[in-house]
């Protein structure tokens, strides 16, 4: 339910003492905020450039699926992409998620899809704690 990562964008220091979660002090000592894309997106509407983010990843279980089953797990796990990233799907992404079953118990594909859409966002929100600086941009757990 909250912004955890992502694109950045000065915000006015009001009070030195008022710092929001959230906000950080960059290189040139502005503070900033993380945007909320699908806003920004909002305000260039009229000619948007494109932004280019692709989300690559793979669900793995050990239920016996069908090639067809094992496919709409992988689609059922784009949910949780859309649900941990905003936006999702668009026309310059390349957001794609695989599947795979090895079929060493039974397992039902309704049950396997959901669990696995609850899982990738989880992951994606894991992966968000994980990453560490690089090339002078700040973490999340730098934040």
Request: aromatic share 4%.
């Amino acid at each position: 339910g909250q912004i955890i990562a992502g694109a950045r964008v000065p915000i006015e220091r009001s009070q030195p003492s008022s710092v929001e979660s959230g906000t950080d002090p960059g290189r040139d000592g502005m503070l900033s905020r993380f945007a909320d894309t699908l806003s920004v997106m909002r305000t260039r509407a009229a000619s948007p450039a494109p932004l280019e983010n692709t989300v690559i990843g793979v669900v793995a279980t050990n239920a016996k699926l069908t090639k067809e089953q094992t496919n709409k797990v992988a689609q059922m796990a784009q949910d949780g992409l859309a649900r941990a990233i905003r936006p999702a799907h668009t026309m310059v992404d390349g957001d794609t998620i695989f599947a795979l079953a090895t079929g060493e118990v039974n397992g039902d594909v309704n049950t396997v899809g959901s669990f696995a859409a609850e899982v990738f966002a989880q992951a994606i929100v894991q992966a968000i704690y994980a990453a560490e600086p690089v090339a002078g941009l700040l973490a999340a757990r730098d934040i």
